[in-house]
């Protein structure tokens, strides 16, 4: 911890402990921003997924082959543990519902959209705003195929409201996700998230 006090200085890095940011989905998106923020010291992190590790995540998830069949919410803490053994994890296994999630989410100050499912999004994207109107959302849109990295961006919708990603590539037949773009979307939302800890906001 004192060398992220020395990167970052202790007013910041102090933010950073104290804040605890929920990570729904953990596939290409939610693995990479996971792992960014516990990288940056967030305190706490609150992982949700109900999804088992497969074969074909590897070229984009925070995975290994050995983890494969197991459930991305114990292969990611593991993997959490190994990289910031001071960060505090609660992981839940299921899948985050409209009935759940308040539960879910209750305790986080953001809340990190990070499914494949455009109706999940949505479905989140709706409670928390609606719901929870004291939690900042960091959500995506876009950010599939070989398009240029530069229309990768990120918007404040509103002021507890962001939006990463060029809001047009979404996954087809004819596109599909490649590791860099998916994980330079995942960077935007765990810089963005970083930012709102910073108060230094989008305009």
């Given at each position: 911890?004192?060398?992220?006090i020395?990167?970052?200085?202790?007013?910041?890095?102090?933010?950073?402990?104290?804040a605890?940011?929920?990570?729904?989905?953990?596939?290409?998106?939610?693995?990479?921003?996971?792992i960014?923020?516990?990288?940056?010291?967030?305190?706490?992190?609150?992982?949700?997924?109900?999804?088992?590790?497969?074969?074909?995540?590897?070229?984009?998830?925070?995975?290994?082959?050995?983890?494969?069949?197991?459930?991305?919410?114990d292969?990611?803490?593991?993997?959490?543990?190994?990289?910031?053994?001071?960060?505090?994890?609660?992981?839940?296994?299921?899948?985050?519902?409209?009935?759940?999630?308040?539960?879910?989410?209750?305790?986080?100050?953001?809340?990190?959209?990070?499914?494949?499912?455009?109706?999940?999004?949505?479905?989140?994207?709706?409670?928390v705003?609606?719901?929870?109107?004291?939690?900042?959302?960091?959500?995506?849109?876009?950010?599939?195929?070989?398009?240029?990295?530069?229309?990768?961006?990120?918007?404040r919708?509103?002021?507890?409201?962001?939006?990463?990603?060029?809001?047009?590539?979404?996954?087809?037949?004819?596109i599909?996700?490649?590791?860099?773009?998916?994980?330079?979307?995942?960077?935007?939302?765990?810089?963005t998230?970083?930012?709102?800890?910073?108060?230094?906001?989008?305009?």
């Amino acid at each position: 911890m004192s060398a992220l006090i020395q990167r970052h200085g202790a007013a910041l890095q102090g933010a950073f402990s104290a804040a605890t940011v929920a990570v729904c989905g953990l596939g290409g998106l939610g693995s990479n921003i996971a792992i960014l923020l516990a990288r940056a010291g967030i305190g706490k992190l609150i992982l949700i997924d109900f999804d088992r590790v497969d074969i074909t995540n590897l070229h984009r998830q925070q995975y290994k082959a050995s983890q494969i069949g197991v459930y991305k919410t114990d292969a990611l803490t593991d993997n959490l543990r190994e990289i910031a053994p001071y960060i505090e994890l609660e992981a839940h296994t299921e899948r985050i519902t409209e009935d759940n999630a308040v539960m879910l989410l209750k305790d986080a100050d953001i809340v990190c959209e990070a499914f494949d499912d455009a109706k999940a999004k949505a479905m989140l994207t709706d409670i928390v705003l609606s719901e929870m109107p004291d939690k900042y959302l960091v959500t995506a849109s876009g950010m599939a195929g070989m398009g240029t990295a530069n229309s990768i961006k990120t918007r404040r919708i509103t002021s507890r409201f962001y939006l990463s990603g060029d809001e047009i590539s979404e996954v087809s037949d004819d596109i599909g996700l490649v590791a860099p773009r998916v994980a330079l979307c995942a960077a935007h939302q765990a810089h963005t998230v970083l930012r709102i800890i910073a108060k230094q906001f989008e305009v």
